[in-house]
């Protein structure tokens, strides 16, 4: 696991930086003040990663760590916010050029860039000291890695994911709500679910999907527990259909192998 540099900026920012943001009620300064000293993980640095990063970059968070093992290559350009077309030609690590722009957009967020693929073996060191994790890649097998390992922790995660113009979201509260095993018990086999290398992806419904997650990990990390939603919410921007699924007593109504171990 390949970490690279790190940047702790302790100048404070401007006050009227987060103004708009604090002017809200349900945030408020207090809100504020507990997303600067936040810390989340995101997970894969491409097309979801991106816009939950540059999302929690810019309301202030206080630490970002973002893994990702791959390099930019020109077919991420036209949904992957962070890259352009330089950072392709010269094959950058997607963290390495992430961070350079994070840091461009808010110098007093600390940004950890580590080129990594998750796996069991990594899985609890890159979420030490982590209060959120929000899930930004595109397997399945990662994300059950993930679940396995923040239930038993207590870690809270937000899961997402898209293909074509539909994707999902639900927010997970170990011992609190469902987790992903308790909607999905098995990890799909590898080539039994649409992909984005099979069925495409658009990106407009990146970016709705990716603003729902980083809304969830907002209002974690701002102490906001109660407002985080309690279903899975699915969107389907080509036909323009949204549907929710109620998924709050779903916990205690499932065998969940992770859950009830």
Request: glycine share 8%.
């Amino acid at each position: 696991m390949q970490k690279n540099d790190t940047t702790d900026n302790n100048t404070p920012a401007r006050p009227d930086r987060y103004l708009r943001q604090v002017t809200y009620g349900p945030l408020g300064q207090a809100g504020q003040d507990r997303l600067h000293a936040g810390r989340a993980l995101v997970y894969g640095c491409g097309a979801l990663g991106g816009v939950v990063a540059d999302t929690l970059v810019r309301a202030g968070v206080g630490k970002i760590r973002i893994v990702d093992p791959d390099i930019v290559e020109t077919h991420n350009l036209q949904r992957q916010m962070l890259f352009d077309e330089e950072d392709a030609r010269q094959r950058r690590h997607k963290v390495s050029a992430a961070a350079e722009r994070l840091r461009r957009i808010n110098s007093h967020v600390e940004i950890e860039p580590i080129v990594a693929r998750l796996d069991e073996s990594n899985v609890a060191e890159l979420c030490r000291d982590m209060d959120v994790v929000v899930d930004g890649v595109d397997n399945f097998a990662a994300r059950y890695i993930m679940n396995d390992h923040i239930v038993k922790t207590g870690l809270p995660w937000v899961y997402g994911g898209c293909v074509g113009a539909e994707g999902q979201t639900m927010t997970i509260i170990p011992g609190k709500t469902a987790c992903l095993r308790c909607l999905m018990p098995d990890c799909p086999p590898v080539g039994s679910t649409p992909t984005c290398e099979t069925n495409g992806i658009l990106r407009p419904i990146v970016g709705v999907i990716a603003s729902i997650e980083a809304i969830e990990a907002i209002k974690i990390l701002s102490g906001n527990i109660t407002a985080i939603s309690r279903q899975l919410t699915v969107v389907e921007l080509w036909d323009g259909r949204i549907r929710q699924v109620d998924v709050s007593t779903l916990r205690d109504q499932v065998d969940c192998p992770v859950c009830k171990s």
